[in-house]
């Protein structure tokens, strides 16, 4: 557990113990899970506010969704941030808890968090601004975490323009289906995991009993529309495998015509001439035509002269 308080603006300082809060500014207390257990009697010892024991659970629980709640004491926010992976599953995400009291912010987060140590060092080396109030820093923490998905977009664009050309390659057919249908259910599961996201903010925006200035309520509106557009690159993104993998089809049906076509024209042109050869090689004994002798030539001229000239009826009325 980390304890960091705010006062005036002013840096961040941390706390070794805290037995009360102090008469001003505001603490963080930041909470590892599975590591601080004994953390709802801290609470309720600093507050005087038992925590619910369904909320003690939730923020507990790794599979809980985004989801907002609140009591007349406390108000309650989880958010599922993207979790720290060995590049298997890049979509994977945890849940992030935060209780939000008057003058204490509490966040329960996974020990492999990223976004909330970051944080924490942007605001002890004061690089931005220092919030004032708990949900100033709230909004940051949120901020932090939505900026990891807006990350994405960048290798996930560059990831689908790589099997596009592996798609649209004629020499090299794709053989990787698996790789992009599960490509496209992360993206999928990107785009709820947004939704989930923007719906428990706005739940919390519109219905939270803590006073919004102006510039916070710019703030999270600005946060919410950071989301949504995630959300809109996930949607995009699954059309545009969807209009991908329609072209690729339609490429090879093409191609597969093309080669169908130019069959069907060497099948036409060979086909009388194939009739001509099988007349003449009849065994009959009397065949006419066998005792002239420059026949052998004007029959060969000839076929030459058929397939010439269906050759050029073909390209006149550009079948190839």
Known sequence: MET??????????????????????????????GEDTDWPTLVQRLTGV???????????????????????????????????????????????VIFLFERLLITVRAAQSRSIPLTKERLENAQGRIPQRPAGLMHLILNALVDRFLELREPLSLQLETWRRQLLDPRHPFDDWLTLMDHRYQLRTLELLCEGQEDAIIQWRDNTDIEMDDHLQVRY????????????????????????????????????????????????????????????????????????????????????????????????????
């Open 50 to 96: 038992s925590l619910h024991e369904r909320h003690v659970r939730d923020a507990d629980n790794l599979q809980h969704p985004s989801y907002y709640d609140a009591t007349s004491d406390y108000e309650m926010l989880v958010f599922r941030g993207l979790a720290a992976t060995d590049g298997d599953q890049p979509l994977a995400s945890r849940p992030t």
């Open 4 to 33: 960091l308080y705010f006062l005036n603006r002013a840096r961040p300082t941390r706390l070794e113990a805290l037995e009360e809060l102090p008469a001003e500014g505001f603490v963080w207390l930041d909470l590892v899970r």
């Open 221 to 320: 509106n600005d946060l919410v529309e950071h989301i949504r557009r995630v959300t809109r690159f996930a949607a995009e993104q699954q059309h545009s495998i969807e209009s991908l993998v329609q072209l690729h089809f339609s490429a090879v049906a093409h191609r597969t015509n093309e080669i169908v076509r130019v069959l069907t024209i060497i099948s036409a042109i060979f086909l009388p001439l194939t009739l001509i050869a099988g007349i003449y090689g009849m065994n009959f004994e009397y065949m006419p035509e066998l005792g002239f002798k420059p026949g052998y030539f004007l029959v060969l001229g000839g076929m030459l002269a058929l397939g010439v000239g269906m050759l050029a009826l073909f390209k006149w009325k550009r079948w190839f």
